[in-house]
C-alpha cells in the first residue's frame, strides 16, 4: 500500500521552458501533498505543502510565481517549474500522505535545464 | 530554528555488525519521528516510524526514542552490503499539515 507515482523521471530541457510534474497517489486518498527539492549530497528542502483544492503554502525564499503547484484532486499534484534556468537544476520529490500517516515519497523527477 | 541533527559520517562496519544511527532535535513539541532510507539517485523509502517512547523493532531494525534526551535513534542490526544507503532521520513539526524536518543524513556502508 501507500504508493506514490511521480511523472516524468527525467526531464531535459532548454532555458526558459516550462516544466510540468505529476505526483499520484495511487491507492489512498492523499489530504496532504508535498514537494521537495534535492541538491547533489544535500538533505531534502520542502518548498511547498500542498491540500487538496486550497492554495499551496510556500516555505520562505520559494518563488511561489515560478514553482506553480495544483493539488486539484486527492490524489494528482502537478508542480510547474515555469521558465526554467539552469540554477532549477534539481532532484524535484514529491509526497503524500493521508491524515496521522506517514509521509510516502514519489521516485522523484530529476530535472536538467540547458 | 527547528533542527535535525545526524551524526557526521560517513559510517563504515562491517558485514554483519550492527550499525548504529543517531539524531537529536531541538523541538520539544515534535511528536512524530521517522527514519528514511535513501539509495543514491533514489527517492527516500520509509523505513520506521516511532510515536512514543522507548523501542520499536521491525525485523533488523530498531528505533529508539527518547523525547526526554530529544534523541532518535535507529540500529540495523546483521548488516548487509544492501543496507550501504543515506539514512534520513525526520522529525514531524506539530500543527497544520504536520511538516517533516529532515536531517542531513547519514550514509552507511557495510563492507562485504
Known amino acids: 500500500g501507500a504508493v506514490v507515482s511521480q511523472h516524468p523521471s527525467r526531464v531535459i530541457c532548454k532555458s526558459g521552458t516550462s516544466v510540468k510534474i505529476e505526483c499520484r497517489s495511487l491507492?489512498?486518498?492523499?489530504?496532504?501533498m508535498f514537494w521537495y527539492r534535492q541538491f547533489p549530497k544535500q538533505s531534502l528542502m520542502l518548498m511547498a505543502t500542498s491540500n487538496e483544492g486550497s492554495k499551496a503554502t510556500y516555505e520562505q525564499g520559494v518563488e511561489k510565481d515560478k514553482f506553480l503547484i495544483n493539488h486539484a484532486s486527492l490524489t494528482l499534484s502537478t508542480l510547474t517549474v515555469t521558465s526554467a534556468h539552469p540554477e532549477d537544476s534539481s532532484f524535484y520529490i514529491c509526497?503524500?500522505?493521508?491524515?496521522?500517516?506517514?509521509?510516502?515519497f514519489g521516485d522523484g523527477t530529476r530535472l536538467s535545464i540547458l | 530554528q527547528k533542527e535535525v541533527e545526524q551524526n557526521s559520517g560517513p559510517l563504515s562496519v562491517p558485514e554483519g555488525a550492527i550499525a548504529s544511527l543517531n539524531c537529536t532535535y531541538s523541538d520539544r513539541g515534535s511528536q512524530s519521528f521517522f527514519w528514511y532510507r535513501q539509495y543514491s539517485g533514489k527517492s527516500p523509502e520509509l523505513i520506521m516510524s516511532i510515536y512514543s517512547n522507548g523501542d520499536k523493532e521491525d525485523g533488523r531494525f530498531t528505533a529508539q526514542l527518547n523525547k526526554a534526551s530529544q534523541y532518535v535513534s535507529l540500529l540495523i542490526r546483521d548488516s548487509q552490503p544492501s543496507d550501504s544507503a543515506t539514512y534520513l532521520c525526520?522529525?514531524?513539526?506539530?500543527?497544520?499539515?504536520?511538516?517533516?524536518?529532515f536531517g542531513k543524513g547519514i550514509t552507511l556502508s557495510v563492507r562485504p
Open positions: 509526497s503524500a500522505r493521508e491524515p496521522d500517516q506517514p509521509q510516502h
Open positions: 491507492d489512498f486518498q492523499a489530504t496532504t
Open positions: 525526520a522529525v514531524n513539526i506539530p500543527g497544520a499539515n504536520s511538516k517533516l524536518t
